[in-house]
DNA sequence: TAGATTGTTAATCGATTAACAATC
DNA sequence: TAGATTGTTAATCGATTAACAATC
């Protein structure tokens, strides 16, 4: 294995894609280093250092070809392939994710929508229907999912974790407001903490008020 | 103004604010930064230092009141006042946003919740009447709206930051996958691109792999 | 008092930026 | 070829960790 890229750089990947993927649709063939900054944001410099950790995408004097890098990202993120996800809890949040066609374009397919609620359970939403949270464990082992969405109250998140992990789940996307405690190395957990981001917002809003 | 405070420390405080509740909850009097950082899994030192940014909140030989200290991170964050809010977009997300009591709670209220699709305009969700995007400037300006939540899809996001922005909003919680461009320099954007986080969840889980 | 633990300075580590030789 | 721009090394900057005197 190469040298461990950090967290900084990783989570400027998905944004290089975006951007990259603007300029594809205009039909940009090349972009330098130096207009893809003024773009982004980022630094010319820390931009060529990024994609240098993944390979030398690019050519002296003229740049980087759009659909090349375009296509070496994406595959760097893993959007080359599928992934069987189900989420849980089928409230409105659990529902927006599963309306957001963006996701299934990304190939992160859902194949199951669960929920505890029995008024819920049975309602079709798209054409996936909500089926009950019994069924979880048994319906991740049997459908090769590898990703499971958590969009259940606090409560209930380490208790769903669990059950995930117990039928093999490869990583879990938290929306609830609690840090998972998971032992095993090999799974991984990307939290999506909510009213955190909110908070940072209003200190944010009070400190420009000083 | 005192030294300015990283973006790092101040990602790390509502974390501390969510984790001290929950002692406070638990009748936990007081606390060591090295407990703590045994429970939030910060370093010690880290806990000290970003505290101490604030002021000197805690005492030699004894550590940290529970509850005088959840108390000066939530003024730290601005949790003691609240904030006239809408939402822009009333589908699945903004509607989730909407009916979580959560953000309430702490001082967030919902004043408004706008949509541009005719048959969801004069639905109600809550006690909450969704409204003609139409309105959308006239209501922020005369309701004191301090903070818009945009949930629209990323098309329409770039032109209601611009009607947030000329109705004087303070800060815009952006949903949208893009970035939006803001001139003036006192309102503050805090973004939540969710696509960029299932990304980095994907990257991870092929990381593993290897 | 003795022990515990902070606040704070110094040391280390890691990430970003600058510089430039290599080369298209 | 001359100009442009990368890939990469070195310098700088900032954040984290360690250490410890102050003090409750």
């Known amino acids: 294995m190469g040298k461990k890229i950090s967290m900084a750089v990783i989570r400027r990947l998905p944004k290089y894609h975006r951007y990259l993927k603007e300029l594809l649709d205009k039909d940009r063939k090349r972009i330098s280093s130096k207009e893809l900054s003024s ?29 090349e890098l375009y296509a070496e990202i994406g595959k760097i993120l893993g959007l080359n392939m599928d992934y069987n996800t189900v989420i849980i809890g089928a409230g409105n949040l659990g529902q927006a994710i599963a309306n957001y066609s963006g996701f299934e374009k990304s190939g992160f397919n859902i194949k199951g929508l669960f929920d505890i609620n029995p008024r819920l359970i049975g309602l079709k939403i798209r054409d996936l229907e909500i089926r009950d949270i019994e069924n979880l464990e048994k319906f991740v ?6 990703i499971g969405v958590i969009c259940t109250p606090k409560e209930k998140a380490q208790e769903i974790a669990d059950v995930l992990i117990r039928s093999n789940i490869k990583g879990i996307w938290n929306f609830a407001p609690v840090d998972l405690t998971i032992e095993d190395e ?9 009213t955190e981001s909110l908070f940072t917002l209003s200190y944010l809003l009070n400190e420009k008020n000083k």
């Open 39 to 67: 773009i982004i944001g980022f630094t010319a410099s820390q931009i060529r250092q990024d994609l240098n950790n993944f390979g030398g995408f690019g050519q002296q004097g003229y740049g980087y070809n759009v659909e």
């Open 141 to 146: 082992l049997e459908n090769d999912i590898e």
């Open 186 to 194: 090999d799974i991984v957990i990307e939290n999506v903490h909510l």
